[in-house]
């Protein structure tokens, strides 16, 4: 390698090899000189992107939570719009389902420019599909529009969790980088509980296009947080990036796609069947059935920082197999119970296994990444999205035809089944991050 010319580069070069030539488990550096003192000296060196981190955190936490909370405003809204009242349930289904597929096709193409350009282009270019489904939704139609306006919502979703959650692992040391990681998804998970009851509420007392006024100012909101703090923001450049297949080769990642899609899947599972059960055996109402589901949101945001900052002190095998095996206690439970009291029980130890499962395995892959040749943060994310999509894809597809078949209790005892057998092979395989340091994780040059 040639430094000829380059003094920093040089100084660079000579500090990497001073730390590989001091012996192992000294305390003291070789030479005596202060400046070789100072070098060897692991926290000598002021981390260069700690200016950042405040900034970053704060940007990606606003971003998603937005993102969920604009996404859970339109969940009891537009279906009231005079356009799908025409189009009848195929096409709500339709536009429903329209933000997964846009999310799926567009996430491998943010994993690219992220790791091409870093977080800051596909953080801006979110922030204008955003506008765009915000600005269409108001409009209330027709049809078409709408459509539109929910791949826009999509595909912004897919660029602002891809450059977000690669943005964190970037500027975050390994030691920490699971207590923000959870953070980031509490945000996620206070903009799924507010932005459905917000909405009704909205609509119900100022008419159908005024959630979507609230959206737009919201997103204004969004959009001087992005633009004031994204330019100041370290992105990494890579003009040959590797996508989420190039992740998926690495040791140890087909285990935590294996979490990510449990997680997704557990919650998932329940939405299609339960409130049926409730309905029938307790005469709970959609406010208490609401109300229950909430409760999972609310004890996974909670836990999801405190879990995050056991990461660096508890092997994250054991995390993830305690989350694994909440989830198959309480999805069982919640097939099982009888009264109000005893599914907020399940459904709260649902929330906890979510936070035990999803903390550790959101470090993890971005991990993944950065074993990868050439090293893609953003092909971790991208692949993270994909499996929780998957996850949310085999959750209804399992529970559905289960409770047809058998009844609920049998459907999601046999689920509860393969969470543990599928899910428990997957904590036991999954890489540890125990004794990894910041050298074996991506950060931005």
Known sequence: MNTDGDPARTEEVSVSLHHAEQPPGTTEPPATTPDSAT??????????HARYRGAAIAVVCVALFVDMLV????????PLLPALEDAGSTGTGILFASYAASLLLITPFAGRLVDRH??????????????????????????????VGRLFQGAAA???????????????????????MGLAMSMVALGVLAGPPLGGFIA?????????????????????ARLMLVPRLPHQQNDDPAGPTTVLRVPGTLAVVGLIIVQAG?????????????????AADSTRIGLLFALTVVVGATLNPIVGGLVATVDNRLLTGI????????????????????????MALLGAATAFIAAPATTLIGVQGGKASPPALGGAYALFNIAY???LLIGPLLSGPLTDALDLSGALTAIAVLTVVGGGAAALCAPSIAGLTDDASPRPS
């Open 39 to 48: 070098d060897s000296a692991p926290d000598a060196a002021p981390d260069p």
């Open 71 to 78: 996404y859970g405003l339109a969940i009891p809204v537009l």
């Open 118 to 147: 870093g977080p800051r282009t596909p953080l801006l270019l979110g922030l204008i599909g955003f506008g765009a489904a915000t600005l269409l939704f108001a409009v209330g139609g027709p049809y078409p529009l709408l459509l």
């Open 158 to 180: 897919g660029l602002s969790w891809v450059a977000g959650l690669s943005l964190i692992a970037m500027v975050t040391p390994l030691a920490d980088r699971a207590r923000w």
């Open 204 to 224: 119900t007392h100022w008419g159908t296009h005024a959630p979507f006024v609230v959206a737009a100012v919201v997103a204004l909101l969004d959009a001087v």
């Open 266 to 282: 557990l919650i998932a599972a329940l939405e299609p069947v339960l409130p049926f059960h409730l309905a029938d055996t307790i």
């Open 323 to 346: 989350g694994v095996l909440f989830g198959a206690v309480s999805i069982w439970w919640a097939g099982a119970a009888d009264s109000t009291w005893s599914v907020a029980l399940a």
């Open 389 to 391: 999509a998957i996850g």
